[in-house]
């Protein structure tokens, strides 16, 4: 079973930049739509951003322009670079299959932007 950690939080202010990880493992990640998801306190999970396999990828509004979801597959890896983060970006941040149905969630990763 793919296993999913997630890596790359910090505390950072207002217009800074982050880079998350996300490391599954499996010989099988390369076929897989991932996506990267926030939780905040006392808000829903929400979908950031989805990558297919091939590299096509697509957005929440509330990001789009500012962060940027991409993979390596050789690695097994999905990242998410975060730049100009606002105070609203604060959340713990997943990586899962991007298609709706899920696997068991990793840990999660915090991001706090504040100043």
């Known amino acids: 079973q793919v296993q999913l950690v997630e890596s790359g939080g910090g505390l950072v202010q207002p217009g800074g930049s982050l880079r998350l990880s996300c490391a599954a493992s499996?010989?099988?990640?390369?076929?897989?739509?991932m996506g990267w998801y926030r939780q905040a306190p006392g808000k829903q999970r929400e979908l950031v951003a989805r990558i297919t396999s091939s590299g096509s990828t697509n957005y929440a509004d509330s990001v789009k322009g500012r962060f940027t979801i991409s993979r390596d597959n050789a690695k097994n890896t999905v990242y998410l670079q975060m730049n100009s983060l606002k105070p609203e970006d604060t959340a713990v941040y997943y990586c899962n299959l991007g298609l709706g149905t899920f696997i068991p969630w990793g840990q999660g990763t915090q991001v706090t932007c504040s100043s």
């Open positions: 499996g010989s099988i990640f390369s076929i897989y739509v």
